[in-house]
């Protein structure tokens, strides 16, 4: 038996997973559509899974939509109000253009159960508080049920979460069918090591390592140039630490924290409220929570001033990787000559 490799960041093991499946495929997978080449069976460790954040030139992220799907995963939801808000194109993976049915991984891990049971989430916590070395702290995602209609627009690429708590670390490891190199597994990535860190939280533990296995690991045909770009990026240091820290979730999170964040995120995303960076120092939030919603301000501005540079003082406010990766992603949102 063999240990997964291990990386410093995900960043790291991004562009190992790229070199990999670019290099070494085993199949040109044709399903439904997404052509790609394929590896069969993969998996990494992190051993900072605070590390999860990309600063890449040749692959710009979405700062605020990385907060955003984690905050839908852990507010429970179905609904595309929030997802599909901050990415259009996951209103396509919806039928009846409300919700999510197969993705919408939060509803089926932190929402009660259909008969009114706490969450596998708050099960699987209570049971670690009850046995800390337990092997048993699963949380499921795919379900029978999700193979009942061929050809159905959304199954849940990811298949469950294992929270393990030990020597005082909460390791998570992540099991998922099938995983896009270059597209799911990002944000992916994100979103479940954040869950991690906040179950760590929960439970009083240290934040462990994460695992991640998968059976079916990608790289999209229409997306091997930009893959290219990545590995001829980190080509000279392959294990290069990254550019900024990263932030650290406050160990006093709670539920409470979340629900307030994710009011604001909806006034904010309802242009009902407009913040700046002394409003948000004055919520009663740790933080780390308001410097998301200073994303969450920045992403309104620029879908409802589409004429106007971001905010400079709301610019200045921002951690230094959220501020590199905003002007990345958004090089014409920032005042002329403004980009670190
Ligand atoms: O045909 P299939 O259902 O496997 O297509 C889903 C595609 O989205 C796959 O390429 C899968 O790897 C990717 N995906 C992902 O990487 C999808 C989701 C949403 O469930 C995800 N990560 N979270």
């Known amino acids: 038996?063999?240990?997964?490799?291990?990386?410093?960041?995900?960043?790291?093991?991004?562009?190992?997973?790229?070199?990999?499946?670019?290099?070494?495929?085993?199949?040109?997978?044709?399903?439904?559509?997404?052509?790609?080449?394929?590896?069969?069976?993969?998996?990494?460790?992190?051993?900072?899974?605070?590390?999860?954040?990309?600063?890449?030139?040749?692959?710009?992220?979405?700062?605020?939509?990385?907060?955003?799907?984690?905050?839908?995963?852990?507010?429970?939801?179905?609904?595309?109000?929030?997802?599909?808000?901050?990415?259009?194109?996951?209103?396509?993976?919806?039928?009846?253009?409300?919700?999510?049915?197969?993705?919408?991984?939060?509803?089926?891990?932190?929402?009660?159960?259909?008969?009114?049971?706490?969450?596998?989430?708050?099960?699987?916590?209570?049971?670690?508080?009850?046995?800390?070395?337990?092997?048993?702290?699963?949380?499921?995602?795919?379900?029978?049920?999700?193979?009942?209609?061929?050809?159905?627009?959304?199954?849940?690429?990811?298949?469950?979460?294992?929270?393990?708590?030990?020597?005082?670390?909460?390791h998570m490891v992540t099991y998922m069918r099938a995983n896009d190199a270059n597209r799911g597994m990002v944000c992916d990535v994100y979103s479940f090591t954040l869950i991690q860190e906040f179950a760590a939280a929960q439970l009083g533990l240290r934040l462990g390592d994460y695992t991640h296995h998968v059976g079916s690991m990608h790289v999209g045909v229409r997306d091997l140039a930009r893959a290219a770009g990545v590995l001829e990026e980190t080509a000279a240091d392959p294990e290069a630490a990254p550019l900024f820290p990263a932030p650290v979730m406050p160990r006093n999170t709670t539920w409470t924290h979340i629900s307030t964040v994710l009011e604001h995120e909806e006034l904010l995303r309802t242009n009902q409220a407009q913040y700046t960076p002394t409003d948000v120092a004055g919520l009663d939030l740790p933080r780390y929570w308001q410097q998301v919603l200073l994303l969450f301000e920045a992403h309104r501005q620029i879908v409802n001033c589409p004429a106007d540079p971001i905010d400079q003082q709301l610019l200045d406010a921002l951690e230094p990787g959220a501020r590199w990766q905003i002007e990345r992603r958004w090089p014409t949102r920032v005042a002329a000559g403004e980009i670190a």
């Open 1 to 170: 038996m063999i240990a997964p490799p291990a990386f410093p960041s995900f960043q790291c093991a991004y562009a190992a997973v790229l070199r990999h499946v670019t290099e070494h495929y085993e199949f040109v997978n044709l399903a439904r559509g997404n052509d790609s080449h394929e590896i069969i069976g993969a998996s990494f460790r992190l051993i900072d899974p605070r590390q999860r954040a990309l600063y890449l030139t040749n692959r710009p992220v979405n700062p605020v939509y990385h907060y955003a799907e984690a905050l839908w995963y852990l507010g429970g939801m179905r609904n595309l109000d929030l997802i599909g808000h901050y990415a259009t194109r996951r209103r396509a993976d919806s039928r009846d253009g409300t919700t999510i049915e197969g993705s919408s991984y939060g509803a089926r891990i932190f929402a009660p159960r259909p008969d009114g049971a706490p969450s596998a989430f708050d099960r699987a916590l209570e049971l670690l508080r009850a046995e800390k070395d337990s092997k048993r702290a699963y949380l499921p995602v795919f379900e029978a049920g999700d193979l009942d209609e061929i050809g159905h627009p959304d199954l849940p690429c990811l298949v469950g979460l294992q929270l393990l708590a030990r020597d005082g670390y909460l």
